[in-house]
T-cell receptor, first 115, second 112 residues
Framework: AQSVTQLGSHVSVSEGALVLLRCNYS??????LFWYVQYPNQGLQLLLK??????LVKGINGFEAEFKKSETSFHLTKPSAHMSDAAEYFC?????????????FGQGTTLQVKP | NAGVTQTPKFRVLKTGQSMTLLCAQD?????MYWYRQDPGMGLRLIHY???????AKGEVPDGYNVSRLKKQNFLLGLESAAPSQTSVYFC???????????FGDGTRLSIL
């Protein structure tokens, strides 16, 4: 069975500092991996995705993530945090070989950006 | 350019009442999903559909029913609401199984 673990339910950084949100997954088949962002009282918005090919994936708003199969990780980074990055972030894994397209989500990480 | 639209946005129910949440998408997507979001638990899949006329159970289906009579609509029903069903409900859709899911803005449901 697939699962996702996000390390740290709350992460606090200063504006301009590096953002690192950790995600580890478990999957018996090659995974498709996603990061979503949720702003208050809104739905989830896709930041980036990994399906196949290049393991370093660039997304919107300056975020990127690297798929490391040996570490079963898909950590999200941004070189310099902005106040507008404060939100909740979800990592998710999909069974790429199945027919359902179901996503399994991590429990989420709330990013706080301090001025 | 509506995307995924959820109706209603907010609702308060009494225990034992029934209601239906509507999800509509205008992107001609095959796959549709209903999730519930609870603090510290991420999103959990309730039911999903891989095409018009089909539905299947997800991770937490008990107490819910769904229907997909039209491709663009996916209805989530609560037959007899319970306080444990207080949550934020999200609908999502996707064109193909390996494409990202597109989410609605959620329905905030409180059951007293």
């Amino acid at each position: 069975a697939q699962s996702v673990t996000q390390l740290g339910s709350h992460v606090s950084v200063s504006e301009g500092a590096l953002v690192l949100l950790r995600c580890n997954y478990s999957s018996s088949v090659p995974p498709y991996l996603f990061w979503y962002v949720q702003y208050p009282n809104q739905g989830l918005q896709l930041l980036l995705k990994y399906t196949t090919g290049a393991t370093l994936v660039k997304g919107i708003n300056g975020f990127e993530a690297e798929f490391k199969k040996s570490e079963t990780s898909f950590h999200l980074t941004k070189p310099s945090a902005h106040m507008s990055d404060a939100a909740e972030y979800f990592c998710a894994v999909s069974d790429g070989s199945g027919n359902t397209g179901k996503l399994i989500f991590g429990q989420g990480t709330t990013l706080q950006v301090k001025p | 350019n509506a995307g995924v639209t959820q109706t209603p946005k907010f609702r308060v129910l009494k225990t034992g009442q029934s209601m239906t949440l509507l999800c509509a998408q205008d992107m001609n997507h095959e796959y549709m999903y209903w999730y519930r979001q609870d603090p510290g638990m991420g999103l959990r899949l309730i039911h999903y559909s891989v095409g018009e006329g089909t539905t299947a159970k997800g991770e937490v289906p008990d107490g819910y029913n769904v229907s997909r009579l039209k491709k663009q609509n996916f209805l989530l029903g609560l037959e007899s609401a319970a306080p444990s069903q207080t949550s934020v409900y999200f609908c999502a859709s996707r064109r193909h199984r390996n494409q990202p899911q597109h989410f609605g803005d959620g329905t905030r449901l409180s059951i007293l």
